[in-house]
């Protein structure tokens, strides 16, 4: 897909012809890695997918990020399959896809009108900006999903997701696993497998973390730790716990230290954050969890496709933290 010129058309002709096609994940916590699914993985679930969002062929949605990324791919294709137009101009739109982060952006902007149906994915919602776009006039509509497994979830926030249609979703070691036919086939032989598994029994893993309780499914976040003074720590389960201490945002990243290997550092989006998360990680952390690297950053970096630049964003910390200790020496 990545190398069509006109890729939604790319998309229908490959489904026509029942010929699979490769998309590219993210690479937000890796090496990108090309991913192979049937077209059916995506087109079965489009009618579901459509009720929930009351997109009808009256519908025009907006997308503003490259159809490189398989969010807005996969938004385009569902407008289609439900008559609807696409575009990237917001000019009479009915609905639209963003990640969290050009939520944040869009907002107060001018570009999303109230009524508005707004389908955020690629990352966590937070349910404070959900609230904020609420009282815009703006109804939000959010999923859990990856590349390699499409939609795994689905709410109004990260807060309140269940299990997607016809979706089933197991805990093993902390990390979840799921089985469905939205599926992918895994990435395509000779490239990167990352974390991605499948098991015997159809069950899926990318390396996610999260808890279930019933069809709710909570979601840690993406694979990933640092190694600190010869010790491990796992990011996506800290992240959570400090965003539940958190009044905004919270994003962890590993900052490079010439004794101990790394250090964690914080960024926030609100600046009374860092006292109240300071003092809180004094209560309840250990010394290897404890963020050493604080900034503020109203607005993080993100990438072409509207997610998080975490490099970007550690340079960002990196510089703060440097700037903080020359002050203060």
Known sequence: MAAAIEPVAAFWAAHAARRPIAVHSSGTTGQSRTIVRSTASWVDSFGLAAARLDLSSAGRFYIPGPLSATMNLFAACLADAAGASWSPDPAGATHCTLTPSGLGRALGSGLLSPGLVVLVAGDGLHDNLRDEARAQGLRVEHYYGATELSLVAWGSCRSDLRLFDRVEARIIDGRIWVRSPWLSDGPAPGT??????????????????????????????????????????????????????????????????????????????????????????????????????????????????????????????????????????
């Open 192 to 329: 990167p497998v990352g974390s991605w598994q499948r098991s015997a029994d159809g069950f899926a893993g990318i390396g996610d973390h999260g808890r279930l309780d019933g069809d709710r499914l909570h979601v840690q976040g993406r694979d990933g730790a640092i190694t600190t003074g010869g010790a491990t720590v796992e990011l996506a389960p800290l992240t959570d716990r400090l965003r539940a201490a958190a009044g905004g945002e919270v994003y962890l990243v590993g900052i490079p230290h010439p004794v101990v290997g790394q250090v964690l550092g914080c960024a926030v989006t609100r600046p009374d954050d860092v006292e109240r998360l300071r003092a809180w990680s004094q209560r309840n952390l250990g010394p290897a969890e404890r963020p050493r690297a604080w900034a503020v950053v109203e607005q993080p970096p993100l990438t072409a496709a509207g997610k998080i630049d975490t490099s970007a964003l550690a340079a960002l910390i990196r510089g703060h933290h440097a700037t903080s200790k020359e002050q203060h020496s």
